[in-house]
């Protein structure tokens, strides 16, 4: 999965495009990476904003926004990367203490994303423990989810609930357990594509 993010890159730069198609006003994609870290992949989504922010290039058409949960005081936030910042990002907007695995947390996020970044086409890039299609608390003893916050999980069907259909050109997974066709079944209406790891 080291590779996951040069694809991403590689999506958002590509676009359709007609030649007789006046200059558009909207950019090409609004990418967003949303960060499931509080638990104990905290320190990862770290390790994946330094790689995103590695491999952007500010010339492309297009923004790529990041939403990370992790049990440090600096998050959740939402940032936009920007690589001609110190840090490579800025921070938007900072949210207090909330779980990330909540359904109505990531359609606020969406909302937030969409409303602040509008684009001619959106991508969605989510990282977080899963188990696939196998009930909450699978890790533990035996759960259909994706995102873990703590003791927190959300379901499948709470997921796709959260994301308006048809909103996304694709939808990238990397997390665990998620290469199942009950999955792809599920976001059947949500995305053109969807990118499953396969299991290791």
């Given at each position: 999965m080291k590779y996951?993010?040069?694809?991403?890159?590689?999506?958002?730069?590509?676009?359709?495009?007609?030649?007789n198609d006046t200059p558009a006003v909207l950019p090409a994609r609004t990418l967003l990476v949303y960060l499931g870290g509080d638990n104990n992949l905290d320190a990862e989504t770290y390790d994946k904003l330094v790689q995103i922010k590695n491999g952007w290039e500010d010339e492309t058409d297009g923004k790529i926004?990041?939403?990370q949960d992790t049990p440090f005081k600096d998050s959740?936030?939402?940032?936009?990367?920007?690589?001609?910042?110190e840090k490579g990002y800025i921070t938007i907007h900072t949210y207090d203490q909330e779980n990330s695995a909540s359904p109505q947390v990531l359609k606020r996020v969406i909302n937030d994303v969409t409303r602040l970044y509008p684009a001619k086409s959106y991508g969605l890039?989510?990282?977080?423990?899963?188990?696939?299609?196998?009930?909450?608390?699978?890790?533990?003893?035996?759960?259909?989810?994706?995102?873990?916050?703590?003791?927190?999980e959300m379901e499948i069907t709470d997921f796709a609930m959260a994301l308006p259909d048809h909103l996304f050109e694709f939808i990238i997974f990397e997390a665990c357990n998620m290469a199942g066709i009950e999955v792809a079944y599920e976001l059947r209406n949500k995305a053109a594509y969807i990118m499953l790891p396969l299991p290791q």
């Open positions: 996951i993010y040069a694809v991403c890159f590689l999506l958002l730069v590509c676009g359709c495009h007609k030649e926004i990041v939403y959740p936030r939402l940032m936009e990367i920007d690589g001609k910042s890039i989510v990282f977080s423990h899963g188990s696939g299609w196998l009930p909450p608390h699978t890790l533990v003893n035996g759960s259909r989810s994706i995102i873990i916050d703590n003791d927190n």
